[in-house]
């Protein structure tokens, strides 16, 4: 599985946050190195994350605190996707069941939340403000007709205090409560991850996705086409790859090692 051969055509990364870059409020040791490295070696990068209680601005300064140099613009999350997605079907507005600021990339692309005829259910990480209330007023809306959109589907997430449930077991109620499917925007849908491609420039077979979500990240990357690096941080759980049948191409330490690993500087060089 760890076989450097099957990925020394790599020419940018696209690269997730939570878990990879940090985890809870304590950036991964070496991680910043590694990203200096591939500057100074002319490797391309953007950060793909499924983060959605947090808008794009909010990210890049808690990145930040973390002593990390990102711009917004470099960060690519389901709530930009969606907001862009909607505006490209000339929709103005929205139903959007979620928690911190990620609103604002909303409210960027000129998304209203205030309309009680939209006729979209956009359902993000919200916290402790998946109440009843709110999951019922979601289920009654998509029981009259509105599309059901779900910004990412992942199971759980490391915080600060342990494992933490997200959007899916959510997303996955109202599925079944109202017998609907829901459109997903975040990973791992392909079309997301080709929204990172066409960022970088590149061809998906060129590119490597680093996370820590088997499913969402290696999976993910794999159906569009592109190569799938596994790291030991975040919520990897050994169990999950000994079970799996989504096979990385490669398992690391940590994103510290990716330069080691991938023998960059020396063996690997983008043209």
């Known amino acids: 599985m760890a076989d450097v051969n099957r990925i020394i055509d790599i ?75 909607l505006r490209e079907r000339e929709k103005r507005s929205c139903i959007l069941l979620s928690t911190g600021d ?36 979601a289920f009654r809306r998509v029981l009259g007709g509105a599309e059901l959109m779900a910004l990412e589907k992942d199971r759980f997430w490391m915080g600060s205090d342990g494992l933490m449930l997200s959007a899916g077991p959510f997303v996955a109620a109202l599925e079944f409560a109202t017998g609907r499917e829901s ?42 086409g592109m190569r799938g690096i596994l790291v030991r941080t975040g919520k990897y759980r050994e169990e999950d790859l000994r079970n799996s049948s989504v096979v990385p191409d490669l398992v690391i330490d940590s994103i510290a090692s990716l330069p080691s690993s991938l023998q960059i500087g020396d063996r690997l060089r983008p043209t």
């Open 11 to 85: 020419r940018g990364f696209l690269i997730d946050l939570d878990g990879v870059l940090y985890t809870g409020i304590r950036s991964v040791p070496g991680a910043k190195e590694t990203l200096r490295i591939l500057d100074k070696n002319g490797y391309p990068y953007r950060f793909i994350s499924n983060s959605t209680r947090r808008c794009r601005i909010s990210i890049a300064k808690k990145l930040r605190d973390l002593g990390f140099v990102i711009e917004p613009s470099s960060i690519i999350t389901p709530a930009m996707a969606a907001a862009k997605h």
């Open 102 to 137: 990620v609103h604002l990339d909303f409210e960027v692309e000129g998304i209203s939340m205030d309309d009680p005829h939209a006729d979209t259910v956009v359902i993000a990480d919200a916290g402790d403000n998946f109440t009843y209330a709110r999951m019922n007023e």
């Open 183 to 224: 459109s997903l925007i975040g990973k791992p849908a392909r079309e997301f991850f080709l929204r990172g491609a066409e960022e970088l420039g590149l061809d998906p077979g060129v590119i490597a996705m680093v996370g820590d979500d088997l499913q969402s990240d290696v999976g993910g990357s794999h159906r569009a």
